[in-house]
């Protein structure tokens, strides 16, 4: 079974700029979630996206939205970048929650970000 | 609000030797805790989750981790360590609501396995 495989792996942008990042979860998982890794804030929550819906978000500006595919791919968007955004992407999926609990979740190589 | 700490940046330890990377949490409802491993220039690799049941949680390349209810720890244990078990490590709990979710991390322990 593929794992979650996320595109592009690498991007250089200015100050400014927008970007847009996807995410193909594993195959028969609905739920699709992003994290922003960085050195100095670790790994921090953006969003989550079940069934087309966001379910849950983090603390990030509103520069930052996602969305999700009928078949479950998932893009995010950042708008008007900034420096502090250069960071590792990452995007998760899973199986929606079970009876006895939350599925784990699969991580994707992540996208490096880095904006100038 | 659910938190996990880490308190060591980094636990060295000798190949062949046990490890023990430590995880404390706080949470208001029930816990789900997992651990994840990431190597360099990678993305984070499922070990083990702690959903309920027995405290002892085996998973993946050997490691395991013990949940105590009474001190909220989860700590990350291997009998043997391997030098190729050098990566960083992450506790993490999951905060389930209906159907949302979402992953708190801690702020990640470098293992170094020397030989």
């Known amino acids: 079974k593929a794992g979650v495989t996320q595109t592009p792996r690498y991007l250089i942008k200015t100050r400014g700029q927008q970007v847009t990042l996807s995410c193909s979860p594993i195959?028969?998982?609905?739920?699709v979630s992003w994290y922003q890794q960085t050195p100095g804030q670790g790994l921090q929550f953006l969003f989550e996206?079940?069934?087309?819906?966001?379910?849950n978000k983090g603390n990030f500006p509103g520069r930052f939205s996602g969305r999700q595919f009928s078949n479950s791919r998932s893009e995010m968007n950042v708008s008007t970048l900034e420096l502090g955004d250069s960071a590792l992407y990452l995007c998760?999926?899973?199986?929606?929650?079970?009876?006895?609990?939350?599925?784990?979740?699969?991580f994707g190589p992540g996208t490096r970000l880095t904006v100038l | 609000a659910q938190s996990v700490a880490q308190p060591e940046d980094q636990v060295n330890v000798a190949e062949g030797n046990p490890l023990t990377v430590k995880c404390t949490y706080s949470?208001?409802?029930?816990?789900?805790l997992f651990w994840y491993v990431q190597y360099p220039n990678r993305g984070l690799q499922f070990l083990l989750k702690y959903i309920t049941g027995d405290n002892l949680v085996k998973g993946s390349y050997g490691f395991e981790a013990e949940f105590n209810k009474s001190q909220t720890s989860f700590h990350l244990k291997k009998p043997s360590a391997l030098v190729s078990d050098s990566a960083l490590y992450f506790c993490?709990?999951?905060?389930?609501?209906?159907?949302?979710?979402?992953?708190?991390f801690g702020t990640g322990t470098r293992l170094q396995v020397t030989l």
């Open positions: 996206y079940f069934s087309e819906t966001q379910r």
């Open positions: 195959s028969g998982h609905r739920s």
């Open positions: 949470v208001s409802g029930n816990p789900y």
């Open positions: 998760a999926s899973s199986l929606a929650p079970g009876t006895r609990g939350p599925n784990e979740q699969f």
């Open positions: 993490a709990v999951r905060d389930l609501t209906g159907t949302a979710s979402k992953l708190t």
